[in-house]
């Protein structure tokens, strides 16, 4: 697992680093507060300095598991997902899914300001990363 860690902070790194400053930003926005979409208020934190970077899921489980030195080189905007609120609504009795997902992402990015972000996730947040880059490419400047 810390080999798998370790490889993810390298990559990340490398993919960043272009050697080109990050677009300049809106005012940042506070390191912790909530955002409202349809049907819930999801809670976020941000950690680190650099590039702008959304990571959808858990601010509990994703704000502790990624490096120090992955926060060297982007500021993670780590947001609860709506399968992590218990009273979070569905739209239109939709189960929770990806396409959900993207479109809470999309309100994220838009409420803190964000011009350009990297987007971030493993496993089945990282089809969620890859579903948001395929619907706002304008938005984005890396998928890890």
Do not use: K, W
Not at 65 to 77: D, N, Q
Request: glycine content about 10%; hydrophobic content about 45%; proline content about 7%.
């Amino acid at each position: 697992m810390r080999y798998l860690a370790t490889l993810l902070v390298a990559l990340v790194v490398t993919a960043c680093s272009s050697g080109e400053a990050p677009p300049p930003q809106a005012e940042a926005p506070p390191s912790e507060g909530t955002v409202a979409v349809e049907g819930a208020v999801l809670p976020y934190r941000i950690v680190g300095q650099g590039r702008p970077c959304i990571v959808y899921g858990s601010t509990l489980l994703y704000g502790n598991t990624y490096s120090g030195r992955l926060a060297s080189e982007l500021r993670c905007v780590h947001f609860d997902g709506r399968v992590f609120l218990p009273d979070a609504e569905r739209r239109d009795s939709v189960p929770h899914g990806i396409l959900e997902a993207v479109e809470d992402i999309e309100v994220v990015r838009a409420q803190l300001g964000l011009d350009s972000i990297v987007v971030m996730g493993n496993s089945i947040v990282g089809l969620v990363a890859m579903a948001y880059a395929a619907r706002y490419p304008e938005h984005v400047s890396h998928v890890v």
